[in-house]
């Protein structure tokens, strides 16, 4: 076979988005006991809204021939550590924590990703092309930050912790609690995953 034809099959396994190598922990932030942000009047705690989101992710990384591995399927407690673990345990080529953020101010607004300090620069990439990919289905995301979070740090595979935007924010918080953007979110962040992993 020509290195040509070669190139254009690379080129359209990368454009299929195929994860079928790859083995992603998801993990949902909180549960059980910890509600994490508590609901506005109508909206669903922190715990239900990421729980959902996660599960939504997982079925669309398993489409995309993904191994998806679930720090935790229904609403139980798992601790910080046990999460973090799960990343070494299966040889994870990413963990991807999904959170939802709250703020004393009312007006801060918008979806953000968080990577370690000193972080694999594959938790970088997948990190920026989650922004992005968030960004280009109108999600309003603000941009890759650093932070030290338990789940980030506590293994040595890639990981990002993404917070899909601000329960205490009164547009986020509608829209979060509305199963058609919480499955944009969900794509957005499957598409990324994708194109960058
Ligand atoms: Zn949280």
Do not use: W
Not at 110 to 134: F, N, P, W
Not at 174 to 195: F, G, P, Q, V
């Amino acid at each position: 076979m020509k290195p040509q034809r070669c190139n254009d099959y690379s080129k359209r396994v990368k454009y299929n988005n195929t994860l079928y190598d790859k083995t992603i922990i998801i993990d949902p932030g909180h549960g059980g006991k910890d509600p994490g942000a508590l609901a506005k009047i109508g909206g669903q705690d922190e715990k239900v809204l990421v729980l959902d989101i996660a599960k939504r992710l997982r079925t669309k990384l398993k489409e995309k021939g993904a191994r998806v591995i679930m720090s935790r399927n229904s609403d139980r407690f798992v601790k910080l550590d046990d999460r973090a673990r799960l990343a070494d345990r299966y040889n994870a080529d990413l963990l991807v924590s999904i959170h939802i953020d709250s703020h004393k101010n009312p007006q801060v607004k918008g979806a953000t990703c968080y990577i370690a300090r000193k972080s694999l620069r594959k938790s970088r990439e997948v990190a920026e092309s989650i922004d992005c990919c968030l960004n280009s289905n109108l999600i309003n995301c603000k941009g890759v930050r650093r932070a030290d979070f338990r789940v980030l740090i506590g293994h040595s595979k890639p990981a990002v912790l993404v917070e899909c935007g601000y329960i205490t924010n009164i547009v986020d918080d509608m829209n979060l609690n509305n199963s058609t953007y919480r499955d944009k979110i969900a794509e957005s962040i499957a598409t990324a995953i994708a194109k960058s992993l």
